[in-house]
């Protein structure tokens, strides 16, 4: 079977509301399909529900084997019997985000209709005409699984980068419906740079032939050789230079042996050049183009501060929310300085906030990796809140 036919027929657990939803854009969504996964136990209270919100190229499988790649879930360090997270107190929830590829609804999807009420039903994948959305929608489709299970205030919530964007929109949206925060490696915008890079990424899948305006499903190709360039762009920022240095150096993969042996220019290639097309092949497996052009698009859309006449303290103003602010050292993506800015904002709206800067030298892909002391300072954080909340497990 081949990439596509698995994206298109996977299984999910998936909840239906056939009232559909209504975008930031206007376009209204005759149906919301939300696919998510949950570990641990809800409570009798339903007080001790945790929500994870994932990033950009992450998915609800957070901690069990991918159903694609068989890999261990994202954040298996993190969450699970015992961690940091610990699925034997909290109940958590971990929902594809709206616009990606896992079950929920995005460009993948059956067109049912366009929502406009006039002309022909479409059928169809919506392709490229999936509406734009934002972080802020997919946080309203999130409340609306968060309801379905019945939970009226989430205990926490918590995410990196794009996750720990959804993490604030999620306060700013619901201020009493959150008692503890959790934004990780994030920002509350998303800054030149970083739209920068996105822009690279969206235009190699344009100029991939097999992208075909978007409309790649109705021939059964995919554009994987732009959608490998993107990912292989992206993963680039993911990474520190001391943690490529560390990893790759400049060694030759099946360097000669013989010193006098020539090397052909585009012959051998470097460890870090292999590992680049790894990342790339992998991904193209698991992700759909439009998917990502989607995405990327949310994310550079996403400005807190801007929605709340300029100044990002409006948006907490009068919050009840207890907040966890973690950076690493050496992310160059999101750096500490954006942490800051949210903690000096937080602080003038007179919230409760903690924030931590981690020592690190693995980047912006820290929060994802083996890193004790991050994952001690989350484990006492959510200790902290659940003794204080009088936490009932």
């Known amino acids: 079977m081949d990439r596509a036919d698995t994206l298109a027929t996977l299984a999910h657990q998936t ?30 209270a339903r007080s001790n529900a945790v929500l994870v919100c994932h990033a950009l190229t992450g998915d609800q499988y957070v901690a069990e084997p991918h159903p694609i790649t068989g890999k261990e879930g994202w954040w298996e360090m993190v969450v699970g019997p015992g961690r940091s997270v610990d699925t034997d107190r909290f109940f958590v929830i971990c929902a594809n985000v709206l616009g990606g590829c896992m079950g929920s609804t995005g460009p993948r999807s059956q067109r049912d209709g366009d929502g406009t009420g006039d002309g022909p039903t479409d059928t169809g994948p ?47 949206l619901y201020p009493d419906a959150v008692f503890a925060a959790l934004p990780i490696a994030t920002a509350s915008y998303h800054s030149a740079q970083n739209i920068a890079f996105h822009e690279v990424g969206r235009q ?5 032939p097999d992208w075909q305006g978007g409309q790649y499903w109705r021939s059964g190709k995919v554009p994987a050789r732009g959608l490998a360039v993107a990912r292989m762009c992206a993963h680039i920022t993911y990474l520190s230079e001391q943690a490529l240095t560390r990893k790759f150096g400049r060694r030759l993969q099946n360097a000669p042996k013989d010193p006098s042996e020539a090397i052909t220019l585009f012959g051998d290639m470097f460890e870090v050049e292999s590992y680049l097309h790894h990342q790339g092949s992998t991904f193209v497996h698991r992700f759909d183009a439009n998917s990502y052009l989607t995405i990327t698009r949310a994310m550079d859309y996403f400005d807190l501060a801007a929605d709340h006449k300029g100044d990002l303290a409006n948006a907490f103003r009068g919050t009840r929310t207890r907040f966890l602010l973690v950076s690493f050292t050496s992310d160059w993506l999101f750096p500490t300085a954006e942490s800051r800015a949210v903690a000096r904002a937080l602080n003038r709206a007179g919230a409760n906030v903690s924030f931590v800067e981690i020592p690190s030298d693995k980047g912006h892909d820290a929060f994802l990796l083996d890193e004790p002391d991050f994952h001690r300072t989350l484990a006492g954080f959510l200790a902290g809140c659940a003794e204080h909340a009088g936490l009932d497990v």
């Open 126 to 172: 919506w392709g490229t005409e999936f509406p734009p959305v934002t972080i802020r929608d997919m946080v309203r489709a999130q409340k609306r699984l968060i309801e379905h299970l019945g939970i009226a205030r989430l205990f926490a919530v918590m995410g990196g980068s794009m996750g720990g964007m959804q993490v604030l929109e999620w306060v700013a």
């Open 204 to 208: 190699a899948i344009f100029a991939d």
């Open 15 to 44: 909840v239906t509301f056939a009232d559909g939803m209504t975008l930031e854009c206007g376009v209204s969504l005759r149906r919301l399909d939300v696919a998510y996964r949950t570990y641990g136990t809800l409570n009798a």
